[in-house]
């Protein structure tokens, strides 16, 4: 039987409620924990037309997609976003716009409202300038500021969306009270998640286990202060939990990401898995890519489990993990997440983290260019 929650289908034969397109890879800014591909220039030849979208929109809806993401890069490098929201729109999307601020205009801001977006999603790095700006590798926090000034001037709910490192966290509690008073509706201190980008420089980014427990009790003396009146999200990375995520809510279960090529994912992150099939839009229709596609059927569902995950009681809450995470840290993606506390690698995150002391080992970097280098050369470009 079909495993319900409040009557939707979660074991993957169910329908995508979550459409996110990530309509190109391109934007000005340069954060080192981006989650687009490594090779994201490669891309930008091959994004997606403007009607190739409203079809992937229109077989969407068909297949059941309520809730949209457009995403990116940066979603507002499209001149085409207010014509693709309004078309969304009319098919009867809640639409949501993932963006950075830059290049949100009043004029598009305007645009977009009587386009029918529904909700804003804008992504801050800190309250001080100097710090977003030198994390961002660009000037860019007036403009972030103004952006969201004008996103609770047209009168869009808002979710403040801080990617949250060792650099930032300790700007949790001035985070609060600035979104407090801008009156915005929902805050997520999102944890980083180390993939891509975030891989690379994942020493210089993670957070010590201190920082993370210093602001888990400011966000819950927050959340006592403020009532309920802002929603505060803020979940321990799965580095420091013992437990894994579950990921996407399980592959292939509820979420279905379109990249800028028209590639069908389970995640974002997909496509560094080596040895899967990635198939675009532009080949096949998305109702096959969802439903039949090698891809999603891989690690849809639990009966692909290995142990300890398939005997394990919480198999049903976590669905063994990230596959993307498993496959980064292993080289395996059918391996338990290693952020479980019963994987056999979990030793991986917990050198990570820095809990296990060890002799210093050097190591052949994960990618070409160490993550000093990368750091450095976001700052230098
Ligand atoms: Fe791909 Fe978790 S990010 S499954």
Redesign the pocket.
């Given at each position: 039987m079909p495993k319900e929650s409040k009557g939707i289908s979660l074991d993957g034969n169910g329908q995508p409620l979550w459409l996110t397109l990530e309509l190109t890879y391109r934007c000005p800014l340069k954060c080192p924990w981006c989650n687009n591909p490594l090779d994201f220039k490669d891309y930008a030849q091959r994004e997606l037309s403007t009607e190739e979208w409203k079809r992937v929109l229109r077989e969407g809806r068909a297949l059941g997609a309520l809730q949209l993401g457009f995403s990116g890069g940066e979603p507002l490098q499209r001149d085409d976003l207010e014509e693709l929201v309004a078309y969304a729109d009319q098919l009867g999307y809640y639409t949501n716009l993932i963006t950075s601020g830059i290049g949100l205009s009043e004029e598009r801001m305007s645009a977009l409202k009587n386009a029918g977006l529904k909700q804003v999603q804008l992504s801050l790095q800190s309250t001080k300038a100097e710090l977003t700006d030198e994390l961002v590798g660009a000037r860019a926090h007036a403009r972030k500021l103004e952006a969201a000034r004008l996103i609770k001037a047209y009168g869009f709910p808002m979710v403040m969306n801080m990617p949250v490192g060792r650099q930032n966290i300790d700007d949790i509690d001035a985070m609060c009270e600035f979104a407090s008073g801008l009156g915005v509706e929902y805050i997520e201190f999102a944890n980083l998640?180390y993939?891509n980008w975030a891989l690379v420089n994942r020493d210089e980014l993670m957070p010590t286990l201190e920082q993370v427990r210093a602001a888990e009790a400011t966000v819950n003396r927050w959340r006592e202060k403020l009532d309920g009146s802002m929603t505060i999200y803020f979940v321990i990375p799965d580095y420091y939990e013992g437990r894994p995520?579950a990921?996407?809510n399980g592959?292939g279960a509820i979420h279905l990401t379109i990249a800028p090529d028209g590639v069908a994912?389970?995640?974002?992150?997909?496509r560094?898995?080596p040895g899967l099939e990635f198939e675009s839009v532009r080949d096949k229709p998305l109702s096959w890519l969802w439903h039949e596609s090698p891809l999603f059927r891989k690690?849809r569902g639990l009966d692909w489990l290995p142990e300890p995950c398939s005997s394990c009681s919480e198999k049903e809450k976590d669905f063994g993990?990230?596959?993307?995470?498993a496959f980064l840290l292993t080289g395996d993606a059918s391996n338990t997440d290693p952020a479980c506390s019963r994987s056999p690698h979990h030793h991986l995150v917990q050198e990570a983290v820095g809990s296990v002391t060890r002799p210093l080992r050097f190591r052949k970097p994960l990618y070409k260019r160490a993550s000093s280098a990368v750091s450095t050369a976001f700052m230098e470009d």
């Open positions: 998640q993939y995520k990921c996407m592959w994912m389970p995640c974002q992150e997909a560094t898995i690690y993990g990230c596959r993307c995470q």
